[in-house]
């Protein structure tokens, strides 16, 4: 198992971390808030381990299931390519690295116009919507997919309190801050809010690909 950091070891500003290795669950450090897609308070202890292999009988949490299954962690060479596109508007330049995301849809129930999903091989039209609407739809994304720039200034993260959300028949959705450390070194899009695979399937992993949709992922009590 890799070796969970002691308390000494944490930033000051960062007391909550995520701790894996390729084989084993998600070890949460820190007691962040932790909720369900239904808004439930899911109760974490000063260390708790998540499920990442999808077949636990105790979800969110893990139960030993990975060593049973021969779980591993390990991305796959055809995965989507993980790589930020940017789309530059007149007044706002929105980037986007599609092999983050989550497809957690926000984006095109929010501003339609700009994120149209049918349009390919362009599917980002940033002078198409208001830029104060565009930056609040971006800022819903929970994968970190999504990013603007005004001007210069490339803006991928928020100022929130460590939380993370349990999304229905979905990945588990970090935000405020959580560190990620894990054997392979991945690094999120964004250090501020990332969603991680919880289905077992994603070609990303440990980030979430939307899988969990292809392989009708089911997680009723969450």
């Known amino acids: 198992m890799y070796p969970v950091p002691s308390v000494s070891r944490m930033n000051k500003n960062r ?6 290795d390729t084989y084993g669950p998600y070890l949460v450090v820190g007691m962040p808030k932790c909720t ?3 808004g439930m308070k899911i109760e974490l202890g000063p260390v708790s381990a998540l499920c990442r292999c999808g077949g ?9 299931t990975h060593s049973k299954i021969g779980f591993a962690g390990t991305k796959d060479p055809d995965r989507r390519e993980d790589k930020v596109i ?6 706002i330049t929105i980037f986007d690295n599609r092999g983050v995301c989550s497809a957690d ?22 002078d198409e919507g208001e830029v104060r609407m565009t930056v609040e739809t971006i800022e819903k994304c ?3 997919a999504l990013s603007y720039a005004i001007g210069t200034q490339r ?9 993370i959300k349990v999304a229905k028949n979905g990945p588990l959705e970090f935000v405020g801050w959580i560190e990620l450390v894990d054997d392979q070194e991945n690094k999120p899009e964004s250090k ?7 289905c077992g399937a994603s070609k990303n992993k440990p980030f979430c690909d939307n899988s969990h949709k292809k392989i009708d992922f089911n997680d009723d009590k969450n």
Not at 15 to 20: E, G, H, I, L
Not at 86 to 91: D, H, L, P, R, S
Not at 192 to 198: G, I, K, S
Request: charged share 35%; with cysteine; aromatic share 10%.
């Open 15 to 20: 007391k909550t971390m995520v701790v894996f």
């Open 56 to 64: 636990s009988g105790d979800k969110p949490f893990c139960d030993g």
């Open 192 to 198: 501020e809010h990332y969603t991680l695979c919880r």
């Open 86 to 91: 940017e789309f530059k508007g007149k007044e």
């Open 36 to 38: 369900n897609s239904k």
């Open 142 to 144: 929970p994968s970190g």
């Open 105 to 126: 849809g926000a984006c095109i129930r929010e501003s339609p116009e700009v994120f149209q999903k049918d349009k390919k091989p362009m599917w980002i039209f940033p």
């Open 155 to 163: 803006i991928q993260d928020l100022d929130r309190e460590p939380s």
